[in-house]
């Protein structure tokens, strides 16, 4: 669960990048923010990422206050949130499977359940026969996927993307949609920052648009703009 209640972002510079801000996304919701270049997308993902910080309201995620939120218990707090990029980040030094296991290596798991939750992961995006292979052997939209993956492998509440498609054409886009559907299903909230209008209007969920840093729409279901 995500709320924003009346936050705003004020850069040192003076720019307001997000002005009196207020909405929720409820757990197993998925939603889109979209809006023009520089409108506040990425301010809003890194708020919740904690890579910024508000400069006023409040920010509760999963039940936690993030005003209150201690340097100590940042990195726990972060490991419940899957983050996909629109660029992959892949390690091409390692594998398929050892990009996936990254995650889990860091926070300190068993590799034997590290292990099955990496194979669960790859084969939940359709890859699990290319674990052994490098990042660099597969196609754009099946990187995204092992980013994807890397992304839900500790089981996060929160799935994050920032224009996850940007780099695809419409057939796999629509793939990769369909996997952050699939996430919601079980329960994920999933948040994807994205200005593809196309593929946006196909997809029947609620979107949150910014202009300028201030919430202009917030329309559920088909049919909002």
Do not use: C, W
Not at 21 to 40: K, P, R
Not at 51 to 57: C, F, K, V, Y
Not at 74 to 98: A, M, W
Not at 189 to 200: E, T, W
Request: net charge neutral; aromatic share 6%; proline share 4%.
């Amino acid at each position: 669960m995500i709320k924003f209640d009346d936050v705003s972002k004020r850069y040192p510079s003076g720019q307001e990048a997000l002005s009196h801000v207020s909405f929720q996304i409820d757990d197993g919701e998925l939603a889109f923010v979209t809006g023009h270049s520089g409108a506040g997308k990425s301010t809003l993902l890194k708020l919740i990422m904690q890579m910024e910080l508000p400069s006023s309201g409040q920010l509760i995620v999963n039940g936690q206050n993030l005003n209150k939120l201690t340097r100590r218990q940042l990195p726990y707090y972060r490991r419940t949130i899957g983050l996909v990029f629109q660029d992959h980040q892949l390690l091409f030094d390692r594998s398929v499977y050892e990009n996936v296991a990254l995650p889990l290596q860091i926070a300190g798991y068993d590799p034997r359940e590290a292990s099955r939750r990496v194979r669960a992961a790859l084969d939940k995006v359709g890859l699990l026969s290319k674990e052994a292979q490098n990042p660099l052997a597969l196609s754009t939209g099946e990187q995204q996927r092992v980013g994807i993956a890397r992304a839900v492998v500790n089981k996060p509440a929160l799935l994050l993307a920032d224009e996850p498609t940007g780099n695809l054409d419409p057939e796999l886009a629509a793939e990769i949609m369909g996997l952050f559907e699939q996430f919601s299903q079980v329960g994920v909230s999933v948040l994807i920052a994205s200005h593809d209008h196309n593929l946006i209007a196909r997809m029947h969920h609620r979107k949150l648009r910014l202009e300028q840093g201030r919430l202009i729409a917030d329309g559920s279901k088909a049919g909002a703009h």
